[in-house]
C-alpha cells in the first residue's frame, strides 16, 4: 500500500464518498500503526455544556420530549464505558443528554455523514469512526484498538453494542458484538447501561448500574456480553411496561412498526444497511439457510425441498411488495399533510 498522506480540507471536498470513506480507513489504519493520540478531548469536555444547550433546543424545534425516567451508575475514577440500546433517528441526541458528560461516540458507517449534517453532531461530540462491512476488517480491528487506546488516555466511550438500529419486533435488544466487553476488560472500564425508548416523539432512558469486569478474563467475553444483553433488556424492558396494557388492536403491524422507526431516517441508511451492520452471530437466519439451497439440483429426491423454497420465496415477495405499497402510501400522506 502507498504512503498515508495527510490531505487538508480543500483537497478532501473534491474526494467521492467512496474515496473520502477509503481516506479515512487509511488515516485510521496510519494512526494505529504510529501510535497517534486522540487530540482535543480536553476541549469537548469544555465546551460540552453548549453543544447540551444547542441539543436541547434542536430537539425542542423537532417537538420531541426527553426524560432520564432513573440514573444508578455511581462516581469512578475507572474508565467508562456507556453502552446503549439502538432505537431509532433520536436516540443520538436524547442519549447524549442522558449521558451528560463528553463521551466519544462510535460512530458506525460515517459514508455521506462526513458531508452532511451528521459531521456537526458528531464533531461536536466527538466520534471514533468504523465501516462495519465484513469486508473492512481490518477497519473493524483499528476501531476496537482505538478504542482502547482512547480510554486508557482517559476518554469516556459511548458504544451501540448492537452495531444497528433494533428494527427486530420480537427482540427488546439485538444479539450483542462481544467487542464492548472485550475493550472493558482490556482497559479496567466500567461498563454503565443505558436503554431507551420512545413512543412517538416522547423519550424516555434509564441509566442503570456501573458494571465492573474486574478479574474477568477475555475467556468469559461471550458470557458476559450476554449478561450485558441481559442487563440492557430489562431496563428496556422497565421503560416499555411502564407504558401499560395494550389491546390487540392497538399493536402496530409489521409493516407500521418498521415505518415508525424508519421514517425519519436518512436516504442512506435503510433497512438493508441496518441488517448488513448488525450482529448476526452463528446462527443463520431463515433467508441465509433458503439462499444456500437454492443451488440444490432438481431431482425426485429434492423435490420436496425445492418446494419449500419456492414457497418461501414467494411469501418473502409478497411480504416485500405489501411493505413497499405501504410505505409508499405512507410517504403520500405525509407529504398531503405538510
Same mark, same amino acid.
Given at each position: 500500500m502507498e504512503e498515508f498522506k495527510k490531505l487538508n480540507f480543500f483537497q478532501k471536498r473534491k474526494l467521492s464518498i467512496s474515496k473520502l470513506s477509503e481516506y479515512y480507513r487509511r488515516e485510521r489504519d496510519y494512526n494505529i500503526k504510529h501510535n497517534v493520540p486522540y487530540k482535543n478531548i480536553g476541549l469537548r469536555r469544555k465546551i460540552h455544556g453548549l453543544f447540551q444547550a444547542i441539543l436541547k433546543a434542536e430537539l425542542k424545534l423537532e417537538g420531541i420530549s426527553y426524560e432520564k425516567v432513573r440514573d444508578d451508575r455511581v462516581k469512578t475514577d475507572r474508565p467508562k464505558i456507556y453502552a446503549c440500546t439502538h432505537?431509532?433517528?433520536?436516540?443520538l441526541e436524547t442519549l447524549s443528554l442522558a449521558i451528560g458528560e463528553d463521551a466519544y461516540v462510535v460512530w458506525g458507517d460515517p459514508g455521506e455523514g462526513y458531508r452532511n449534517d451528521s459531521m456537526i453532531f458528531f464533531g461536536g461530540q466527538g466520534y471514533i469512526a468504523v465501516d462495519t462491512d465484513r469486508q473492512y476488517k481490518?477497519?473493524? !480491528?483499528?476501531?476496537?484498538?482505538?478504542?482502547?487506546?482512547?480510554?486508557?488516555?482517559?476518554?469516556?466511550?459511548?458504544?451501540?453494542?448492537?452495531?444497528?438500529?433494533?428494527? !427486530?419486533?420480537?427482540?427488546?435488544?439485538?444479539?450483542?458484538?462481544?467487542?464492548?466487553?472485550?475493550?472493558?476488560?482490556?482497559?479496567?472500564?466500567?461498563?454503565?447501561?443505558?436503554?431507551?425508548? !420512545?413512543?412517538?416523539?416522547?423519550?424516555?432512558?434509564?441509566?442503570?448500574?456501573?458494571?465492573?469486569?474486574?478479574?474477568?478474563?477475555?475467556?468469559?467475553?461471550?458470557?458476559?456480553t450476554l449478561e450485558l444483553r441481559d442487563t440492557l433488556a430489562s431496563l428496556r424492558w422497565e421503560l416499555i411496561e411502564a407504558k401499560g396494557v395494550y389491546k390487540r388492536s392497538e399493536v402496530e403491524s409489521s409493516n407500521e412498526f418498521l415505518y415508525e422507526i424508519m421514517k425519519d431516517s436518512s436516504n442512506d441508511y435503510d433497512e438493508q444497511a441496518i441488517i448488513s451492520s448488525r450482529y448476526h452471530g452463528k446462527i443463520p437466519s431463515p433467508d441465509e439457510v433458503m439462499d444456500s439451497l437454492s443451488g440444490v439440483k432438481v431431482s425426485t429426491n429434492s423435490a420436496c425441498i425445492i418446494k419449500e423454497i419456492l414457497k418461501y420465496k414467494e411469501e418473502k415477495q409478497r411480504k416485500e411488495q405489501e411493505k413497499e405499497m405501504f410505505f409508499e402510501e405512507k410517504s403520500k400522506e405525509l407529504k398531503r399533510t405538510k
Open positions: 432505537i431509532g433517528r433520536y436516540d481490518e477497519d473493524r !480491528h483499528n476501531c476496537l484498538e482505538g478504542c482502547v487506546r482512547f480510554l486508557n488516555q482517559g476518554g469516556v466511550l459511548w458504544i451501540y453494542p448492537e452495531g444497528a438500529w433494533n428494527i !427486530h419486533e420480537n427482540k427488546v435488544v439485538g444479539e450483542l458484538y462481544t467487542g464492548t466487553v472485550e475493550m472493558a476488560i482490556r482497559t479496567g472500564a466500567d461498563i454503565i447501561p443505558i436503554a431507551l425508548d !420512545h413512543e412517538g416523539k416522547d423519550y424516555k432512558a434509564i441509566v442503570g448500574k456501573n458494571i465492573s469486569f474486574e478479574g474477568i478474563s477475555l475467556d468469559e467475553k461471550k458470557e458476559k
